[in-house]
């Protein structure tokens, strides 16, 4: 059983950045780093009802403030978390937000179980290649990571975030900032119906053009990008044989039947079966 103990140097790298900004910019309380990996971020009017300001990138970074009672009421109590997003206040529902962990994009696929003792092996469940997880912050890992994800239900226009286990140790997610923007950029062209055709192309050209993605990211879009403007299909041989005209094409024969190229070569009549043999 293997038994490594793993330092949480990559997935804390989105903490780390989150955690140097300025003094000025981080408000005063203490904040949990979080993530959200769908949903929409709300304010309030001026009657207190809740509007969307706007929609969440997949795996956005966010700082959560504790649950306090001075935040409570029964609608906010309810389904409403208040977080720290771009030096402003916003609400989140709680059911699009994981507190206490780090985005990251799986390079590969990965079994997942619900209980951390389940044999990974066996389970037929799987999170795909480019999916981008909230890896929680569960202080010593050992044989499994804590992970969260949005997984596809039955109703195509909906997910369902799920929470469990995958195998440790982790060699195989990136927590590369531009990993997870080129996969975002990823999904999104290939959530657009075909005839967009030129837009998928855009937005893969625009995560291709990101600096420091990783080399299976990098292979994963471009091959998206290739598979919407294949090159062209190489030309067939054509092979070519010496052949030998036949005596009676070389003005051996007057027939009708027969070609005089030796008077039609002449400049002789435009019909070479048109003359009369006398």
């Known amino acids: 059983m293997k038994r490594s103990i793993c330092v949480t140097f990559a997935v804390f790298s989105v903490f780390s950045l989150l955690c140097c900004k300025n003094k000025n910019d981080v408000p005063p309380e203490p904040i949990i780093p979080s993530v959200m990996l769908s949903g929409d971020f709300f304010t309030q009017d001026e009657q207190g009802n809740m509007i969307v300001a706007f929609q969440a990138e997949q795996g956005q970074s966010v700082l959560a403030y504790p649950e306090s009672d001075k935040d409570k009421n029964d609608e906010k109590e309810n389904s409403y978390q208040i977080i720290f997003f771009d030096e402003k206040n916003y609400w989140v529902l709680k059911d699009n937000l994981v507190q206490n962990a780090s985005p990251v994009v799986l390079v590969d696929e990965m079994p997942f179980s619900q209980t951390e003792n389940a044999d990974s092996t066996d389970t037929e469940t799987r999170i795909p290649t480019g999916t981008i997880i909230a890896v929680h912050h569960t202080g010593m890992w050992l044989d499994y990571l804590q992970v969260s994800y949005l997984a596809d239900s039955e109703d195509a226009s909906a997910r369902t975030l799920r929470t469990g286990f995958i195998p440790n140790p982790h060699p195989f997610f990136s927590a590369q900032a531009d990993d997870i923007a080129g996969m975002r950029l990823y999904q999104k062209a ?44 190489p030309k067939p041989n054509v092979s070519y044989e010496r052949v030998r005209i036949p005596t009676s094409l070389q003005g051996g024969s007057k027939s009708r039947y027969g070609v005089n190229m030796t008077e039609l070569l002449k400049g002789g009549t435009e019909d070479p079966w048109a003359k009369k043999s006398k």
């Open 190 to 233: 290939r959530a657009l119906p075909p005839e967009e055709k030129e837009t998928k192309k855009s937005l893969l050209d625009a995560a291709l053009s990101l600096e420091n993605l990783s080399p299976k990211v990098r292979a994963m879009i471009q091959a998206e990008r290739t598979a919407l403007e294949p090159p062209p299909a």
